[in-house]
């Protein structure tokens, strides 16, 4: 089931460099919203919090709260292995094992968990495939390596891996940006579908793929080199591109700047 993001006052941190400031946000379930705003503005560090990914880079932390459905992923006990599992991330670069299959690829999320019937590791693999959009051009080659795909058939297949686990969130780190554009096309097509059963939150440095494929829109910048990065806002995506509250949104927007 698709879950609510809110953020609070969150503070990212690489040692003792400050990177994103007081990030205050919500994503509602069921929708997909993009992060926008020029490089080095902290978007993709604020998305690899979401599901405790910055904590794995060594010296980095943050401070604030990350609430699904209210559970704060960042409260004591909590498992940052757990929160990968429910939130699930595809990076800008598609990265399928190249030692493993095609299935053993969607399915290696699950075997990391233990599950081992091979009726049931089936089924997951045909049904996260058609989720992709995959399960027609990859049905008769399942025991080849995932390498052997294209570029936009590895990054569906990593897709396919990241929903095959059923997370209630999917984190996309500009998931396009090494494709050409008709495999854009596809993995734009399909975020629309994804959006019908998961969370979806995307990075992109392409401001008419925000305007395609998300319904709301964040702007993220900083005011200079060397400070932190910080929300500037987050409307509706329509809004955001017509008729922004802030004058340095208007101004990315339009390419005067960024």
Not at 49 to 68: D, K, W
Not at 215 to 224: G, I, P, Q, S, V
Not at 253 to 258: A, C, L, P, V, Y
Request: aromatic residues 6%; glycine residues 8%.
């Amino acid at each position: 089931m698709a879950k609510r993001i809110e953020v609070k006052d969150l503070n990212i941190y690489y040692g003792d460099f400050h990177a994103v400031e007081s990030v205050e946000l919500t994503v509602e379930p069921r929708t997909v919203t993009a992060f926008i705003g020029p490089s080095g503005c902290g978007k993709s560090t604020v998305l690899r919090t979401l599901n405790r990914m910055h904590e794995v880079i060594p010296g980095a932390y943050c401070t604030g709260q990350v609430l699904l459905d209210g559970a704060n992923l960042y409260g004591k006990g909590v498992d940052p292995v757990a929160v990968r599992r429910t939130v699930g991330m595809v990076f800008q670069r598609a990265n399928p094992f190249p030692a493993m299959s095609i299935r053993d690829n969607v399915v290696a999320g699950l075997r990391l968990t233990g599950a081992k019937n091979k009726k049931a590791l089936d089924e997951v693999t045909e049904r996260a495939l058609r989720g992709a959009n995959l399960w027609d051009e990859v049905k008769d080659r399942l025991d080849r390596s995932g390498a052997s795909l294209s570029g936009g058939q590895q990054q569906r297949l990593c897709i396919a891996r990241a929903t095959a686990v059923e997370p209630e969130v999917l984190l996309m780190d500009e998931p396009c940006s090494a494709l050409d554009p008709i495999s854009t096309l596809a993995i734009e097509d399909l975020i629309n579908e994804l959006k019908e059963r998961f969370t979806v939150v995307i990075v992109t440095h392409n401001m008419q793929q925000a305007a395609r494929v998300s319904d709301r829109t964040a702007f993220f910048n900083l005011k200079a080199q060397g400070e932190p990065g910080r929300l500037v806002e987050i409307d509706s995506t329509e809004k955001i591109f017509s008729n922004p509250t802030q004058k340095s949104t208007e101004d990315y927007i339009s390419g005067r700047f960024g």
